[in-house]
């Protein structure tokens, strides 16, 4: 059997003839950018939310970097964030000119909070939070702490669609939550996609500007802007995906629990929901130190899998002027080491789970290592 690590056609299956509907509707509309489709989604992922606003963006990227130029943080500021994040959570703060500083995970691979304290100066604006693999930072604690040293609170929810602490959904915890759409996300679109959410009035009108040019009013440009508009398909085909939501993220939640009775084997460990949170398992990610021989052996057996992320922020190319070197970060270091996510995609069926376990529990039985 071949099990691929994600499959998106699948997903695209489930509510096909509402997808292809919606399709050829905005199609014939004759409006395809920033129209009725964009406004009605950005006022029905509000809704989903709790937050009071939303602002659809290019992408996930832009939703990070708008949002942080829209709380006024650029050179000279600090932002505290985890170290094993995509690299995208840097990036959104990067490019604004400001300083990333890294935090260690905990063990459910978020920023640990006990360790964000101790990295606190006086350039510190802002903490951001990345709810990675769709599991969830400890809110309670994270936001106490900026109220204690007045700094903002910025969250990255590329991963966590619904996820949710103490029934509040990510996202509506601090100053801005940013989204992204990209197709493999919980909630992905067809291309790319992205989106800021925020309970402030001038930090939503603000980012309407930043995304169209800077302009407000058309030929009208108040401040050097960009080019970062939700586009009238993508709106209209999310619209249709954020009807499924509740099931879309149900189905994660049987599949993840199902891996989590089903997985026996010494030599991993499996990903756990911390108390009081709904993980929305984006991905479902386990650790071994025999990695590269565990994902070898999967692929030799169909079980298609990916490392989320192999080289840390820090120790990235791009990221060598911040001065970093290895061993600064070792728990960062370490789960890069050992993550592997294994097959977990909308549509999944029993059969291609069972064998995805079956091959995992086998694995170390002498002979096949
Ligand atoms: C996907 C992702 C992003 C970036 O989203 P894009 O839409 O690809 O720009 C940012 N942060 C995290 C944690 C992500 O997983």
């Known amino acids: ?63 990070l970097s708008l949002g942080i130029r829209a709380l006024g943080i650029g050179q000279g500021d600090e932002v505290i964030v985890q170290g094993n994040t995509y690299i995208a959570s840097v990036m959104g703060i990067t490019i604004n000119g400001a300083m990333p500083v890294f935090v260690e995970p905990d063990m459910f691979y978020q920023i640990d909070a006990t360790k964000i304290e101790e990295k606190i100066t006086p350039k510190t604006r802002a903490v951001m939070v990345v709810h990675l693999y769709g599991q969830v930072a400890c ?19 590329a991963q966590s669609h619904g996820a ?82 509740e099931e879309i993220t149900q189905e994660r939640e049987r599949q993840a629990e199902y891996y989590g009775a089903g997985i026996q084997n010494a030599q991993i460990i499996l990903p756990n929901g911390r108390k009081r949170t709904r993980t929305v398992w984006h991905q479902y990610v386990l650790r071994v130190q025999e990695r590269k021989f565990f994902q070898q052996y999967l692929e030799q057996n169909g079980v298609g899998t990916i490392i989320h992320y192999p080289i840390p922020p820090h120790m990235a190319e791009a990221y060598g002027y911040l001065g970093y070197h290895k061993g600064d970060l070792p728990i960062t270091e370490k789960y890069a080491e050992e993550v592997l996510s294994i097959p977990m995609y909308s549509g999944m069926t029993r059969e291609e789970q069972d064998w995805v376990i079956e091959m995992i529990n086998r694995f170390g039985e002498s002979g096949n290592q």
């Open 1 to 63: 059997m071949q099990v691929s690590a994600n499959r998106l056609d699948r997903g695209f299956e489930k509510y096909q003839a509402e997808f292809e509907k919606k399709a050829v509707d905005v199609l014939r509309s004759g409006r395809y950018v920033l129209g009725k489709e964009v406004s009605a989604f950005e006022e029905e992922f509000a809704d989903f939310t709790g937050a009071k606003y939303c602002v659809g963006v290019g992408s996930g990227l832009d939703a």
């Open 139 to 157: 809110m309670d604690s994270i936001v106490e702490l900026c109220k204690k040293h007045n700094l903002m609170l910025i969250e990255d929810c």
């Open 164 to 245: 949710c602490f103490d029934r509040k959904m990510t996202g509506t915890f601090g100053e801005v939550g940013c989204f992204s759409f990209y197709p493999s996300k919980n909630l992905g679109g067809f291309g790319e996609g992205g989106a800021v959410i925020t309970n402030n009035r001038e930090v939503a009108d603000f980012i309407r500007i930043l995304r169209n040019y800077g302009s407000e009013k058309r030929y009208y440009n108040k401040v050097i802007g960009t080019n970062s508009r939700l586009d009238e398909l993508q709106a209209g085909l999310l619209r249709v995906r954020l009807r499924h939501m």
